[in-house]
């Protein structure tokens, strides 16, 4: 991938400010932006799927004009990172949820998923709605 996300959402927030024209010219033209950033996934680049509060890492293994097909992949929680819960929520809080390290490797034999180009929300999603981002990266929200 050329634009790692920070280096992305760097350059869209500076350049959305210089955007000039109509409201929807304007909406048009950061849409572009993100569809750009997009389509320059190719295979084997590392991904990963929001599935709500989740992210689940993966490796790009087929790419078509309007499909991205995804490998899941491997990831461990990092044994030098623990939680720290304190009472409260339905049982427990997790302070430093947002702190998770984790060990992602590829798994040649993990699960296959088709994500589609959706020109309405201008991203790849799944058959359950979950959008493919650039980056890989795991999450997992103990506060759910």
């Not at 033209?29 to 295979?43: C, L, N, P, Q």
């Not at 890492?57 to 097909?69: E, N, R, W």
């Not at 058959?127 to 795991?138: A, M, T, Y």
Request: glycine share 4%; net charge negative.
């Amino acid at each position: 991938m050329k634009r790692t996300a920070k280096e992305f959402f760097e350059f869209y927030h500076k350049e959305r400010w210089n955007l000039k024209g109509t409201y929807e010219e304007r909406q048009e033209a950061e849409a572009k932006m993100f569809s750009d950033w997009y389509h320059e996934m190719e295979v084997g680049d590392h991904a990963h799927v929001t599935l709500w509060s989740d992210v689940e890492p993966v490796t790009i293994v087929k790419k078509t004009a309007t499909t991205l097909t995804v490998r899941y992949d491997n990831a461990v929680l990092d044994p030098n990172w623990k939680p720290e819960f304190i009472i409260g929520g339905f049982s427990a809080h997790c302070t430093n949820n947002e702190d998770q390290q984790w060990i992602i490797t590829e798994n040649p034999d993990g699960a296959v998923e088709v994500f589609r180009w959706s020109k309405r929300f201008n991203c790849y999603k799944n058959k359950s709605d979950c959008k493919l981002r650039p980056e890989w990266r795991k999450h997992y929200d103990y506060n759910f």
